[in-house]
Nanobody
Framework: QVQLVESGGGLVQPGGSLRLSCAASGIIFRLYTMGWYRQAPGKQRELVASASSGGSTNYEDFVKGRFTISRDNAKNMVYLQMNSLKPEDTAVYYC?????????WGQGTQVTVSS
């Protein structure tokens, strides 16, 4: 049974930081591209950042220089360090594991950026 479990969301003031974690089980983690997506109310889910099985990373322009994705293949974990948070970063953040035709999602964790 595949499970992706996110944690680390919460309420933070503008300019603050949060670190999201995603624990994966039931997959050969090192083979998967791991990604963080987000979905704000009334908007479509969008890619935030991804880390390939080879270790390369990719960021959407709206988080470049502020967010950092990392993975620990020994622990089956992927992280998203979010700095300089803005109100527009408010969304449910989802962890995704993707390998060829296989794609799995976590349940999401809420991030709210507000003063």
């Amino acid at each position: 049974q595949v499970q992706l479990v996110e944690s680390g969301g919460g309420l933070v003031q503008p300019g603050g930081s949060l670190r999201l974690s995603c624990a994966a089980s039931g997959i050969i983690f090192r083979l998967y591209t791991m990604g963080w997506y987000r979905q704000a109310p009334g908007k479509q889910r969008e890619l935030v950042a991804s880390a390939s099985s080879g270790g390369s990373t990719n960021y959407e322009d709206f988080v470049k220089g502020r967010f950092t994705i990392s993975r620990d293949n020994a622990k089956n974990m992927v992280y998203l360090q979010m700095n300089s948070l803005k109100p527009e970063d408010t969304a449910v953040y989802y962890c995704n594991a993707n390998f060829k035709t296989l794609s799995f999602w976590g349940q999401g964790t809420q991030v709210t950026v507000s003063s």
